[in-house]
């Protein structure tokens, strides 16, 4: 299978076209610095320089691929949520997508695998929420709500899936680096009052179920990617503190995370008990199903 990446110099691209490329398959990655990319992409990967939030030459390349794997958008969590960020969030998910799926409304790819974030579902407690929840509000919620009807255009034709993923664990980057400095600096601990739920999954299986979204053609529509195993902000801290041998019992208050965050805050501090009932319902073994199996592997 020929599949056309996009966002593919990205943590999770990267595994995911190493994947691929592994198997037999080709991989054309899209970036917008070729030469800057280079030395990030895996060796076999056909690189295509590019904007995916604009018109390009590379939409040709897209046009000739078999799949394509939509994975490109401004990172949520860089830095405060100002105006101008806000727009650039949803504008690099939503126009790259439409753009995306314009080009396999007029042919080319049979797949549309497109990024999307657990972010749909807003702040819902304790609830479980599976891939037949509904939307919940909040920004994340709007902005995951128009990035997932930006793939209408391509669904007269192709088979389309929304991957809804979860906080992303990898040793190479992402999330976990940042989550571990406070507990380097021994004042680790929960965010807010620890009992927000926190999806999360082994960059393992997030590749693992990328492939399942790609390869399956029982896949369509939304499909969770998080863990079964699901964890609170606690029990999270907790773990880390386990792995990592340091205490795990200084909480960030939620006011203090709303007064440095801003309206950011409602990335870290948002309760969603996502399960991935579409996965496990397809046969999808998880490799890390449980949290400390998984810190253990990332960080022992």
């Not at 592994?22 to 320089?49: C, F, K, M, N, Q």
């Not at 690099?92 to 409304?105: K, N, P």
């Not at 128009?146 to 979860?166: F, I, K, N, S, Y």
Request: glycine share 12%; proline share 8%; aromatic share 4%.
């Amino acid at each position: 299978m020929h599949v056309f990446l996009t966002g593919a110099s990205g943590l999770i691209g990267r595994a995911l076209a190493t994947s691929l490329l592994a198997d037999g398959h080709a991989v054309t990655a899209l970036t917008r610095d070729a030469r800057a990319a280079a030395g990030r992409l895996p060796a076999g990967a056909t690189p295509v320089e590019g904007d995916p939030a604009r018109p390009g030459p590379w939409q040709e390349a897209l046009a000739r691929a078999d799949a394509c794997v939509h994975l490109a958008g401004e990172p949520v969590a860089a830095a405060r949520w100002t105006p101008e960020r806000k727009a650039r969030i949803q504008a690099s998910r939503v126009d790259s997508t439409r753009l995306v799926a314009e080009v396999i409304a007029a042919g080319g790819p049979q797949v549309l695998v497109a990024g999307s974030a657990v972010g749909f579902y807003g702040s819902r407690g304790d609830a479980p929420l599976d891939e037949a929840a509904p939307a919940g509000e909040g920004f994340l919620a709007e902005v995951c709500q128009r990035w997932e009807a930006a793939t209408r255009p391509a669904e007269g034709r192709a088979r389309v899936v929304h991957v809804r993923t979860g906080l992303v664990l990898s040793r190479d980057g992402g999330a976990l680096p940042k989550l571990l400095l406070p507990f380097k600096l021994l004042v680790g601990g929960p965010m807010g009052d620890g009992r927000a739920w926190q999806p999360w999954l082994h960059l393992a299986d997030e590749v693992g179920l990328l492939r399942l979204a790609l390869l399956d053609g029982r896949v369509r529509g939304p499909l969770n990617a998080a863990a079964p195993g699901p964890a609170t902000s606690r029990e999270l801290a907790l773990a880390l503190g386990q792995v990592l041998h340091r205490p795990s019992s200084f909480p960030a208050p939620a006011a203090a995370l709303r007064l440095a965050l801003g309206e950011m805050a409602e990335v870290v501090l948002a309760s969603q008990k996502v399960v991935p009932g579409k996965a496990l319902e397809l046969g999808y073994t998880f490799r890390f199903p449980a949290l400390l199996p998984a810190l253990r592997d990332l960080l022992g």
